[in-house]
């Protein structure tokens, strides 16, 4: 059932980026006003059939595994939090506007993240009319139905998952949100949508939506159940008055390991686990660990959780590539056979469901 799902969720965001492969045009004047109402109307008419149909016409095949890439898209889970989902489409012009589809709250959406044990957040009925990436700026025109919210947390949640869904594209750092062409400013519940809008200046699943003056933010990656037997990695924005390299990774562990049952969120590491140092050099990030890390009882997909929990959270730091691990100052092995001497490449994806 898993593998048809997942079928399912490939094909239609197939389907929504080659409907709109035309459409990620220029965002200057006229132009930009004549292309929203093109796109407004190939939107429109991508829907009209039913989803059962699209995949029935595919017959239920996914193109090869050459003709795939990789795309992150965050979802909320049950309790609100923002999840990153990694999945595989098609390559193809306009992916960014398909994966922003998919964030739609849409009954034929909502079925497909379901399964995951997560939800779409744009609301009802919004469209997507255009996207223009330029300079690392991606423009994303919006219809009124945007502004169709219930709440500043549910305004919080879409701002952070457009940003942090489209800067996930490596041609895409910043995001500029209009409605009907208009620049976008205050939102119904009073969110401020207005600016550039990048990780620099967004929060994720935090309190407020954008970092207190003179702070430095940074996310640091816990666990959450967001279904039965399904655990992910959750970015949670933190903020440090420093922007010292050796500060926020001292940040990040001081947050990693600590008990968070109440929240619902879990760390792998073993709480005992002390920064000792930290260095950067040449793109490789040095951490030095107490040898707590290894009280963690054994298990190779722990073992692997705590690893993958570490590299996201260091590849917060700006320029860091690598990360090497020593533990008490020197080379070591993990006791399920992780061995420490080299260099650990931090990944490109997070939560990848595979088909």
Known sequence: MRKVIFILLALYLTVLTGCSASTDKSVNGNDYKNTAAAS?????????????????????????????IPVTLYCQDSGGYLIPVTVKIAKCTGIAKAVLNTLVDSPANYELLKS??????????????????????????????????????????????????????????????????YLCGKLKSGTDASGLLGRDNILVNAGSLKPENGKTKYDAYLYRNISENRYCLVPISREIKSNSMNDIVAGIFDFITKKLDETGLFTMLPVETKLLASSLKDNVLTINLSKDIKKYGGGTAREQGILDQILFSMKQIKGVTKVKILIDGKEDTLPEGTELKKELSVPDYINEFDL
């Open 40 to 68: 407004t109307k190939t939107v429109e008419n991508s829907s009209a059939m039913p989803l059962e149909t699209k995949v029935s016409e595919e017959t239920n095949k996914l193109p090869p595994k050459d003709k795939l």
């Open 116 to 181: 995951f044990g997560l939800s779409p957040v744009l609301p009802e009925d919004t469209v997507i009319q255009g996207i223009n990436i330029k300079n690392g700026t991606a423009v994303v025109d919006f219809n009124k139905k945007f502004l169709e919210t219930k709440s500043a947390a549910q305004e919080k949640n879409i701002i952070s998952s457009i940003v942090y869904t489209l800067t996930e594209f490596k041609t895409i750092q910043n995001v500029k949100l209009l409605v009907n062409g």
